[in-house]
């Protein structure tokens, strides 16, 4: 029953009801986003012993924040998955002593063939990926890096073997150009 | 660079993950006082929102929603700590346990910060730019001003170091104690020469987050920070700023 396809419609119903105490509603939401949130806080942490416990933190806050949710602002999954990924870079920056080597296989970025990507291939999702390819591949990649894995501008700059401030630089440009590539 | 360009840097950054902890923490209280940063951090939420959907998901383990319902359940408390206590303890012992440790630990600092021999009673703030990184070649991370408060006395000096002279404009700085959602003002701030202020006593002063803005001259017409939050900094005993 994890991972299940369930419509935003019926995402957006369930916090309604979370909101008002309904625990049903939480274990709907719980099998429906548990696989995805727990993908993200994974990725970020790098270890599961830590991502078991940040995983459990996201859920008691969705409970306790499901009110909060306004389905006017953004789909559950994005709400759900910025709840996550703060989450999990508070936890990941405040240790900092992740050895990004304990799991190599972890390092990959999604493509779009892959087949275990779920996602909805939304017209958000469309325009965001139409901007990423026209970064230059290796900035695109690190942009990918640093959302996915929560990498630092240091393990960036020992990864690629630029200065740290030319990351930055490069972030912060490629940030800009999918601000405008987007516009909005 | 304008404020902008600065504001939409860091929006940036933080929902990207690349900042480090002092700069999230930074980022965090700046979005409860700027709503205008606020809003730029959830514009790029919104926008590189769909990455995080393209992730293929990882099945958690089995036992993962059982633990959420039972600490759901033992919440008398609406406080969850983010670091939790070992799973062992659960139901009311959890809670209680949780908050006897926050208790005993803020003790053992006021009785640090007030009873220690040859402690001062002093805490330090150093207020550099919002947003600045330490890897920045022109060390924007060094001071602007330096906060001091005298615990004892219930005095706070703020001391400018390299503040430049704003025409027209007014440095207003704000106090936001530990828990709060909003700030409050301790005065405006001289950028030449040292102005101090009356700093409110209790704990939850005792970490408090000092943010710096620019206001009409005079200082802000509301009561509540009105301009563009320039400066931040965090109070600490000495030598742990």
């Given amino acids: 029953m994890h991972g299940m396809p369930v419509a935003r419609q019926d995402l957006v119903n369930a916090l309604e009801r979370i909101a008002r105490g309904d625990k049903a509603a939480f274990e709907l939401l719980y099998a429906a986003t548990s696989v995805k949130l727990y993908g993200v806080v994974v990725r970020i942490l790098g270890?599961?012993?830590?991502?078991?416990?940040?995983?459990?933190?996201?859920?008691?806050?969705?409970?306790?924040?499901a009110g909060e949710y306004d389905a006017a602002t953004s789909s559950p999954i994005t709400w759900l998955a910025t709840i996550a990924r703060n989450r999990a870079l508070d936890e990941a920056k405040r240790k900092t002593m992740r050895s990004l080597d304990d799991s190599p296989e972890a390092l990959q970025i999604p493509?779009?063939?892959d087949p275990r990507a779920t996602h909805e291939r939304n017209e958000d999702a469309r325009r965001l990926d139409a901007c990423l390819d026209r970064l230059e591949p290796e900035k695109r990649e690190l942009v990918l890096l640093v959302y996915y894995y929560g990498m630092t501008r240091e393990e960036i700059s020992d990864r690629i073997d630029r200065p740290v401030s030319t990351v930055k630089t490069w972030l912060r440009r490629s940030l800009a150009q999918i601000k405008d590539c987007l516009g909005q | 660079m304008t404020e902008d360009?600065?504001?939409?840097?860091?929006?940036?950054?933080?929902?990207?993950?690349?900042?480090?902890?002092?700069?999230?923490?930074?980022?965090?209280?700046?979005?409860?006082?700027?709503?205008?940063?606020?809003?730029?951090?959830?514009?790029?939420?919104?926008?590189?929102?769909?990455?995080?959907?393209?992730?293929?998901?990882i099945e958690?383990?089995?036992?993962?929603?059982?633990?959420?319902?039972?600490?759901?359940?033992?919440?008398?408390?609406?406080?969850?700590?983010?670091?939790?206590?070992?799973?062992?303890?659960?139901?009311?012992?959890?809670?209680?346990?949780?908050?006897?440790?926050?208790?005993?630990?803020?003790?053992?600092?006021?009785?640090?910060?007030?009873?220690?021999?040859?402690?001062?009673?002093?805490?330090?703030?150093?207020?550099?730019?919002?947003?600045?990184?330490?890897?920045?070649p022109t060390g924007p991370r060094s001071p602007v001003f330096v906060v001091t408060v005298d615990l004892k006395a219930g005095k706070a000096t703020v001391r400018p170091v390299a503040a430049r002279s704003r025409p027209g404009r007014s440095y207003q700085l704000w106090v936001l104690r530990q828990g709060a959602s909003t700030p409050e003002s301790l005065g405006v701030v001289s950028q030449s020469e040292s102005t101090t202020f009356p700093f409110p006593s209790g704990r939850e002063y005792l970490d408090a987050g000092l943010t710096m803005t620019l206001e009409p001259e005079g200082g802000s017409p509301t009561g509540r920070p009105t301009g563009p939050v320039i400066l931040v900094g965090n109070l600490a005993p000495p030598g742990n700023s």
């Fill in chain 2, 60 to 136: 958690p383990p089995p036992h993962i929603f059982d633990a959420v319902l039972s600490r759901i359940s033992s919440q008398g408390a609406q406080i969850i700590p983010f670091s939790a206590p070992p799973k062992r303890l659960t139901g009311a012992r959890l809670a209680i346990g949780a908050s006897a440790l926050a208790a005993c630990i803020a003790l053992v600092f006021a009785w640090l910060l007030y009873a220690q021999p040859g402690s001062p009673g002093t805490l330090v703030a150093e207020l550099h730019r919002a947003g600045a990184t330490a890897d920045e």
């Fill in chain 1, 47 to 65: 270890r599961r012993d830590l991502a078991d416990e940040v995983l459990q933190e996201v859920y008691i806050r969705v409970w306790q924040r």
């Fill in chain 1, 111 to 113: 493509g779009d063939d």
């Fill in chain 2, 5 to 57: 360009d600065d504001i939409e840097d860091l929006a940036a950054e933080y929902v990207l993950g690349v900042l480090d902890v002092t700069e999230r923490r930074d980022v965090e209280k700046r979005r409860k006082l700027d709503a205008a940063f606020d809003g730029a951090v959830i514009a790029w939420e919104k926008r590189l929102g769909p990455l995080a959907d393209r992730l293929p998901g």
